[in-house]
């Protein structure tokens, strides 16, 4: 260990030790920007980029848990990345469906996805289908792989399983409009039943939510973080909780 990663291990301490547990977000949005950007800065390749970022899951977690958040929703893939050349969307699709295999193996956590399954390739599916399944039964933290995700687009996918539903039922479209809703809506979206994210962090200076859970955002608190996701440490972490502890939420009021 050198004389840096030693001052910022005690930095952490001293940021955790003052950390009110009573204040930590229950549940936190992470948008994992930046794994090209370092690999770029680091003379790697973008594959690397995400695999180191892919790697960086896992100790988010842990500090997570360490902290008594439950719920973690992770934006690993957009419905807009979909449309990125083949060379580069499949070697990326491995990483993920290596990090969602590695999320269910740990034993900890509960493996959710939330996005448009449609939209994937069928391996990518499969491995969704299965994380979610085997690790169903398991108590620690929610964690929310969105891949193949789009605010917009679960909005969308949202209002038209409303419509459908009430289509089996045989309401009509003016009894719809006369009882639909905000609640009615957020029973359709992908989180339906959890609660709205408390925190939403944005790593690699980027300043913009780019369409992440724009329903459930609505009363968010957001935090910018200049670092690259793979190079996120553990005082970014509990500075953007302390950050989040010291705001005081208004809803609107």
């Known amino acids: 260990m050198n004389l840096r990663d030693l001052v910022y291990g005690l ?4 940021v955790e030790g003052r950390l009110d547990h009573a204040q930590v977000p229950k549940h936190i949005g992470v948008i994992l920007d930046g794994n090209r950007r370092w690999a770029k800065a680091s ?3 973008p594959e690397q980029g995400h695999k180191a970022g892919a790697d960086k899951i896992q100790e988010l977690l842990g500090w997570c848990a360490e902290t008594d958040v439950e719920v973690v929703t992770l934006w690993m893939l957009s419905t807009d990345n979909l449309n990125r050349p083949e060379e580069q969307l499949v070697p990326l699709l491995g990483i993920i469906e290596n990090a969602v295999r590695s999320l269910a193996a740990d034993g900890r956590w509960r493996v959710n996805h939330v996005g448009t399954m449609d939209l994937l390739p069928a391996r990518t599916q499969s491995v969704l289908k299965e994380a979610e399944q085997a690790t169903h039964g398991n108590t620690g933290i929610l964690v929310n792989v969105a891949v193949g995700y789009g605010g917009r687009q679960e909005i969308a996918d949202a ?20 009882i639909v809703d905000v609640e009615h809506i957020s029973e359709h979206l992908y989180t339906r039943g959890q609660p709205d994210p408390d925190l939403v962090i944005r790593t690699s200076g980027e300043q ?8 459930q955002s609505a009363h968010s608190e957001y935090y910018f973080c200049e670092v690259h996701w793979p190079a996120f440490r553990k005082v970014d972490f509990l500075r953007a909780l302390r950050d989040y502890a010291a705001r005081h939420r208004r809803y609107g009021t």
């Open 159 to 178: 209002v038209r399983s409303l419509l459908l539903e009430h289509a089996e039922r045989g309401t009509s479209f003016e009894e719809l409009a006369e």
């Open 208 to 215: 913009r939510l780019s369409g992440f859970m724009l329903w």
């Open 11 to 14: 930095y952490a301490r001293r």
């Open 43 to 45: 003379g790697g390749t």
